[in-house]
């Protein structure tokens, strides 16, 4: 069919187009925003099970200390027993000490003032031992009053790095949700950008395009019969196909300098054919045909000026009909090469 052909018929206008581009747009943002909560998700998790790990090691040392803790306050006692024992002693000998004394001042023979003597001795040397052992007891209560108060202060700088802990838990859990909203806004922009370029595109089509009964839009995508471009079993570009593709390729430059260049896009071209099998040197299979097609499209429009990082190739062979049926008419719809511009 001749790409200059007036339109035959009156146009028809088909809502349900629209509906379904709208319904893929907003599925589409759905399943993004969803992978995005999961895996939000997952990372709080594994930075909640770290801080649990953190937690359980904190509390733990915390326990060991105060075992060690109530070991040295036990020890503490029982040294104070042991001072109250020596101090009891002590004062014993003393007083026997004394009471020594006084008998040898009472008793003026001179064996029971030697007796005395040598037992005033013996008592002196143990009220030396006894004040020895008490000075050790108190140096020992010493350095148990420097440990308690060392392990106190240890529980005290893991009590504070526990809290701080939990603080920076909290302040982890924030940002996520704060990263979280700015990527549900980041995403709403770009989804927003990107189908108000479509719009465009799609409108630029249409003029370009007109009425013709053998384009369609069919959900976000342009559909064109292969007869348009090529010949039966062939993906050589037929002559009359060139003028549409060059308009193509203009309306395509022009969005290029509309698009921002941090937005991701690219307009796929995709092949498909009918469910007739074939079998030539040049296409073993409709895979190939199909994918030659549609690379033939891609290779026109870079060589008239499109950046072919904006451009895709995609062939389908016959696995995705737009038809059911078996008859000429279904197959003939089919054939077909269809546009859609889309995220990279």
């Given at each position: 069919?001749?790409?200059?052909?007036?339109?035959?018929?009156?146009?028809?206008i088909?809502?349900w187009?629209g509906?379904v581009?709208?319904?893929?747009?907003?599925?589409?943002?759905?399943?993004?925003?969803?992978?995005?909560?999961?895996l939000a998700?997952?990372v709080?998790?594994?930075?909640?099970?770290?801080?649990?790990?953190?937690?359980?090691?904190?509390?733990?040392?915390i326990?060991?200390?105060?075992?060690l803790?109530?070991?040295?306050?036990?020890s503490?006692?029982?040294?104070?027993?042991?001072?109250?024992?020596?101090?009891?002693?002590?004062?014993?000998?003393?007083?026997?000490?004394?009471?020594?004394?006084?008998?040898?001042?009472?008793?003026?023979g001179?064996e029971?003032?030697?007796a005395?003597?040598?037992?005033?001795?013996?008592?002196a040397r143990e009220?030396g031992q006894?004040k020895d052992a008490?000075a050790q007891?108190?140096a020992?209560?010493a350095?148990l009053?420097?440990?308690i108060?060392?392990l106190?202060?240890?529980?005290?700088?893991?009590e504070e790095?526990?809290n701080?802990?939990d603080?920076?838990?909290?302040e982890?859990?924030?940002r996520?949700?704060?990263?979280?909203?700015?990527?549900?806004v980041?995403?709403?922009?770009?989804?927003?950008?990107?189908?108000?370029?479509?719009?465009?595109?799609?409108?630029?089509?249409?003029?370009?395009?007109g009425?013709?009964?053998?384009?369609?839009?069919?959900?976000?995508?342009?559909?064109?019969?292969?007869?348009?471009?090529?010949?039966r079993?062939?993906?050589?570009?037929?002559?009359?196909a060139?003028?549409?593709?060059?308009?193509?390729?203009?309306?395509l430059?022009?969005?290029?300098?509309?698009?921002p260049a941090?937005?991701?896009w690219?307009?796929?071209?995709?092949g498909?054919?009918d469910?007739?099998?074939?079998?030539?040197?040049?296409?073993?299979?409709?895979?190939?045909?199909?994918?030659?097609?549609?690379?033939?499209?891609?290779?026109?429009l870079?060589?008239?000026?499109v950046?072919?990082?904006?451009?895709?190739?995609a062939g389908f062979?016959?696995?995705?009909?737009?038809?059911?049926?078996?008859?000429?008419?279904?197959?003939a719809?089919?054939?077909r090469?269809?546009?859609?511009?889309t995220?990279?």
């Amino acid at each position: 069919m001749a790409l200059g052909r007036s339109r035959r018929g009156e146009r028809h206008i088909d809502y349900w187009p629209g509906f379904v581009d709208a319904l893929s747009t907003l599925l589409m943002v759905f399943v993004f925003l969803l992978s995005v909560f999961v895996l939000a998700q997952f990372v709080l998790t594994q930075e909640i099970g770290s801080k649990d790990d953190a937690m359980a090691r904190l509390q733990a040392q915390i326990r060991e200390l105060t075992d060690l803790l109530a070991l040295e306050r036990a020890s503490d006692a029982e040294t104070d027993s042991q001072m109250g024992a020596l101090r009891a002693s002590l004062l014993r000998l003393e007083q026997e000490r004394d009471a020594l004394r006084e008998a040898a001042i009472a008793v003026a023979g001179p064996e029971e003032i030697a007796a005395a003597q040598s037992r005033s001795a013996e008592l002196a040397r143990e009220l030396g031992q006894e004040k020895d052992a008490a000075a050790q007891a108190a140096a020992q209560i010493a350095i148990l009053n420097q440990q308690i108060a060392a392990l106190r202060r240890q529980i005290a700088a893991l009590e504070e790095a526990l809290n701080i802990s939990d603080q920076k838990d909290k302040e982890s859990q924030s940002r996520l949700a704060d990263l979280g909203r700015r990527l549900n806004v980041a995403l709403a922009q770009r989804v927003q950008e990107l189908t108000r370029y479509r719009s465009d595109f799609f409108g630029r089509l249409r003029a370009i395009l007109g009425d013709r009964p053998d384009v369609r839009v069919v959900g976000d995508r342009f559909v064109f019969q292969s007869e348009i471009f090529f010949d039966r079993a062939a993906a050589q570009l037929r002559d009359d196909a060139l003028p549409a593709l060059d308009k193509l390729a203009t309306a395509l430059i022009e969005l290029e300098k509309q698009i921002p260049a941090d937005l991701p896009w690219v307009l796929r071209v995709d092949g498909h054919t009918d469910d007739r099998p074939i079998s030539t040197p040049l296409y073993p299979s409709n895979w190939e045909l199909s994918a030659a097609r549609a690379i033939a499209v891609v290779q026109y429009l870079a060589q008239r000026g499109v950046s072919p990082q904006h451009l895709v190739a995609a062939g389908f062979g016959e696995y995705q009909p737009i038809d059911s049926g078996s008859d000429d008419e279904a197959r003939a719809r089919n054939r077909r090469i269809e546009l859609k511009l889309t995220e990279r």
